[in-house]
């Protein structure tokens, strides 16, 4: 009996089914067959064991049917429907984690005089907690909400963030709540979350309360690193400290710009984007979901120190820190994803050959000049009209031909393309992250 066991463990070992119903299963199963074992023939017997094997295959396949295809999940291509796939945009590393399957279902409900309020998703790592939520109303409300979650296993830890709503009736709104805090807290929570209801007077007051449980996601690295390189132009980069969590890379460097790059004061904007080489060879890149905080750390030598939130590159065997130059009145070109498009970058012309449509993926070959493929990869995106930007998935290179995958659904008609204008981008300067 626990040689079957051990030998159906290993058959579905690296495939990704609900581990705490599938266990039950396959021990109420095993526990069936060891009742039955003391009754029957070793001959029967082994009749039996090859009838609780093929049973143990079934609920797994069935699990497995239906944690890759089920609506609400966030594996497979469920992801795509939830909230924090499709608002998570604005937030750094909150849209991979989604992509990734780490997202929690809480699926919690509560109501006030005219609101259904649910609580759907979930997330806890050792620098944030995150919460996609629904709002139905039935009557017209305009007013504020602020939200306040408690950690029950500590003092008087208390966060709040608030937001504005304005909602007419039969309205639904979607949303993150997002509260940073410490890698302090212990590895499973006890949360209570409060969203309270107000008008625009700050009166009329209706409040909600949940209650959950949630695991904290693995993975806290912290270290100072030190790394440091300049390139012939006299553009020197160090990187001074890293913070990683699962669902974001906060870092800390140091930069100087010579003179003839222009006066950051009034014209540009420097920058910093992370660059993964995979096993392949093949890059990822990572940019700054909200820009990068800088100031001078020594007048004397012009060090501008930097700081910016990134979400990780996995399965990459090295990351290193490429900088950049925007100007500060910069925004993004957007154009209609077409044939022959064509887009001017750093004295360079990229221009759309082919568009390659699939139910899930777009891929489009373009020429691209002499740009650096980092650039290409980090700073070209899809995306449908008036929806969140698609960075490339996965590419291929043939001289100065990419072909370029996102994973993007709509009508080709539907979808536009953008890319970052930029006055520098300094792939001869990469100083090593990890």
Same mark, same amino acid.
Do not use: C
């Given at each position: 009996?626990?040689?079957?066991?051990?030998?159906?463990?290993?058959?579905?070992?690296? &495939?990704?089914?609900?581990?705490?119903?599938? !266990?039950?299963?396959? $021990?109420?199963?095993?526990?069936?067959?060891?009742?039955?074992?003391?009754?029957?023939?070793?001959?029967?017997?082994?009749?039996?064991?090859?009838?609780?094997?093929?049973?143990?295959?079934?609920?797994?396949?069935?699990?497995?049917?239906? /944690?890759?295809?089920?609506?609400? #999940?966030?594996?497979?291509?469920?992801?795509?429907?939830?909230?924090?796939?499709?608002?998570?945009?604005?937030?750094?590393?909150?849209?991979?984690?989604?992509?990734?399957?780490?997202?929690?279902?809480?699926?919690?409900?509560?109501?006030?005089?005219?609101?259904?309020?649910?609580?759907?998703?979930?997330?806890?790592?050792?620098?944030?907690?995150?919460?996609?939520?629904?709002?139905?109303?039935?009557?017209?409300?305009?007013?504020?909400?602020?939200?306040?979650?408690?950690?029950?296993?500590?003092?008087?830890?208390?966060?709040?963030? #608030?937001?504005?709503?304005?909602?007419?009736?039969?309205?639904?709104?979607?949303?993150?709540?997002?509260?940073?805090?410490?890698?302090?807290?212990?590895?499973?929570?006890?949360?209570?979350?409060?969203?309270?209801?107000?008008?625009?007077?700050?009166?009329?007051?209706?409040?909600?309360?949940?209650?959950?449980?949630?695991?904290?996601?693995?993975?806290? %690295?912290?270290?100072?690193?030190? /790394?440091?390189?300049?390139?012939?132009?006299?553009?020197?980069?160090?990187?001074?400290?890293?913070?990683?969590?699962?669902?974001?890379?906060?870092?800390?460097?140091?930069?100087?710009?010579?003179?003839?790059?222009?006066?950051?004061?009034?014209?540009?904007?420097?920058?910093?984007?992370?660059?993964?080489? #995979?096993?392949?060879? #093949?890059?990822?890149?990572?940019?700054?979901?909200?820009?990068?905080?800088?100031?001078? /750390?020594?007048?004397?030598?012009?060090?501008?120190?930097?700081?910016?939130?990134?979400?990780?590159?996995?399965?990459?065997?090295?990351?290193?820190?490429?900088?950049?130059?925007?100007?500060?009145?910069?925004?993004?070109?957007?154009?209609?994803?077409?044939?022959?498009? %064509?887009?001017?970058?750093?004295?360079?012309? &990229?221009?759309? /050959? $082919?568009?390659?449509?699939?139910?899930?993926?777009?891929? &489009?070959?373009?020429?691209?000049?002499?740009?650096?493929?980092?650039?290409?990869?980090?700073?070209?995106?899809?995306?449908?009209?008036?929806?969140?930007?698609?960075?490339?998935?996965?590419?291929?290179?043939?001289? !100065?031909?990419?072909?370029?995958?996102?994973?993007?659904?709509?009508?080709?008609?539907?979808?536009?393309?953008?890319?970052?204008?930029?006055?520098?981008?300094?792939?001869?300067?990469?100083?090593?992250?990890?």
């Amino acid at each position: 009996m626990e040689k079957l066991s051990r030998e159906i463990k290993s058959e579905f070992e690296g &495939i990704d089914v609900p581990t705490k119903e599938l !266990d039950a299963r396959v $021990q109420k199963a095993l526990e069936i067959a060891q009742k039955r074992e003391r009754k029957k023939s070793s001959r029967l017997q082994a009749i039996k064991m090859n009838a609780v094997a093929v049973l143990v295959i079934g609920i797994v396949a069935v699990l497995f049917q239906s /944690n890759f295809w089920d609506k609400d #999940s966030t594996s497979g291509f469920g992801y795509q429907k939830g909230i924090f796939y499709n608002y998570g945009g604005n937030y750094t590393g909150i849209r991979q984690i989604a992509e990734e399957g780490r997202v929690n279902f809480l699926n919690l409900e509560e109501g006030t005089s005219n609101m259904k309020v649910q609580v759907k998703e979930a997330y806890f790592d050792s620098g944030s907690v995150m919460l996609g939520y629904q709002i139905d109303t039935e009557t017209p409300f305009q007013g504020y909400v602020l939200a306040s979650l408690t950690s029950a296993d500590r003092d008087a830890t208390d966060y709040h963030t #608030s937001r504005f709503l304005d909602l007419d009736p039969n309205h639904t709104d979607q949303g993150i709540l997002h509260f940073e805090h410490s890698d302090y807290f212990i590895e499973d929570e006890n949360f209570e979350l409060k969203l309270i209801f107000m008008n625009q007077e700050y009166r009329n007051k209706e409040e909600v309360r949940f209650e959950y449980t949630l695991d904290k996601a693995s993975g806290l %690295t912290e270290r100072d690193i030190k /790394n440091e390189a300049e390139n012939q132009a006299g553009v020197w980069l160090r990187v001074d400290h890293l913070k990683e969590t699962m669902s974001k890379l906060d870092l800390i460097a140091t930069m100087r710009l010579p003179e003839q790059y222009g006066d950051i004061h009034k014209d540009i904007s420097p920058q910093i984007a992370l660059v993964g080489t #995979s096993a392949d060879g #093949s890059i990822k890149v990572s940019t700054s979901a909200t820009g990068l905080a800088w100031g001078y /750390n020594s007048l004397e030598n012009e060090e501008i120190g930097i700081q910016g939130s990134f979400a990780p590159l996995r399965d990459v065997t090295e990351t290193k820190a490429f900088p950049y130059i925007r100007n500060w009145d910069w925004q993004n070109v957007t154009q209609n994803l077409e044939k022959d498009t %064509t887009m001017e970058v750093m004295g360079q012309t &990229i221009k759309v /050959n $082919q568009i390659i449509q699939t139910p899930d993926e777009v891929t &489009i070959r373009i020429s691209k000049g002499s740009l650096p493929v980092e650039y290409i990869v980090g700073f070209i995106t899809l995306h449908e009209k008036n929806g969140y930007p698609e960075n490339v998935d996965s590419y291929k290179l043939a001289g !100065d031909i990419m072909e370029l995958t996102y994973k993007v659904r709509g009508n080709p008609k539907d979808l536009e393309i953008s890319y970052t204008p930029m006055e520098h981008f300094f792939h001869d300067l990469a100083v090593t992250v990890k």
